[in-house]
T-cell receptor
Framework: KAGVTQTPRYLIKTRGQQVTLSCSPI?????VSWYQQTPGQGLQFLFE???????NKGNFPGRFSGRQFSNSRSEMNVSTLELGDSALYLC?????????????FGQGTRLTVV | GNSVTQMEGPVTLSEEAFLTINCTYT??????LFWYVQYPGEGLQLLLK?????DKGSNKGFEATYRKETTSFHLEKGSVQVSDSAVYFC???????????FGKGTTLSVSS
């Protein structure tokens, strides 16, 4: 079956711009979560959605937002980009949550802010 | 709050050597514990998991045992291969199962 698909794979944006990243989960998976990966901070949780509802949010500023659609596809948006937002953004999907069902990760979107 | 601490890398080994990567955690309640692996240019893949104390997760020759008394989940493999070269992440789930909390990752490099 198809895996988790993230688009685009690479992005270059200028400071102050906004960006939208997309994640298509595995068919049937209702939970989608997002993570930021940087060399300094490692992997940090951004937020998690289940059936279009945000169930949890990590410690990130309000510039980071997300949503989930009825087909479980998810988008995350970062407004007023800063240089420090340069990172690999990973999306993971699971049937119902990461504790009891396996989380499958996409290959990520590499965002570079210049 | 929840946190995961794993040994700093890089770890450099010769093929067929024994591998241990230490991982300890702090958590409220009874989290599930995981090891994920990230190969160059790819996303994370689940390597193994354990959901309760004394459970042993195993996969592809890797093993880890959930030790509640020492709050540890150390990764071991008896004989590493060049193909095991990757970054390994220890992680736990929050109580609600909505988030994974990761350690910083340990880079393993295996030479022939």
């Amino acid at each position: 079956k198809a895996g988790v698909t993230q688009t685009p794979r690479y992005l270059i944006k200028t400071r102050g711009q906004q960006v939208t990243l997309s994640c298509s989960p595995i068919s049937g998976h209702r939970s989608v979560s997002w993570y930021q990966q940087t060399p300094g901070q490692g992997l940090q949780f951004l937020f998690e959605y289940f059936s279009e509802t945000q169930r949890n949010k990590g410690n990130f500023p309000g510039r980071f937002s997300g949503r989930q659609f009825s087909n479980s596809r998810s988008e995350m948006n970062v407004s007023t980009l800063e240089l420090g937002d340069s990172a690999l953004y990973l999306c993971a999907s699971s049937l119902a949550g990461v504790r009891d069902t396996e989380a499958f990760f996409g290959q990520g979107t590499r965002l570079t802010v210049v | 709050g929840n946190s995961v601490t794993q040994m700093e890398g890089p770890v450099t080994l010769s093929e067929e050597a024994f591998l241990t990567i230490n991982c300890t955690y702090t958590a409220t309640g009874y989290p599930s514990l995981f090891w994920y692996v990230q190969y160059p240019g790819e996303g994370l893949q689940l390597l193994l998991k354990a959901t309760k104390a004394d459970d042993k997760g195993s996969n592809k020759g890797f093993e880890a045992t959930y030790r509640k008394e020492t709050t540890s989940f150390h990764l071991e493999k008896g004989s590493v291969q060049v193909s095991d070269s990757a970054v390994y992440f220890c992680a736990l789930s929050d109580q609600a199962g909505t988030a994974l909390i990761f350690g910083k990752g340990t880079t393993l490099s295996v030479s022939s």
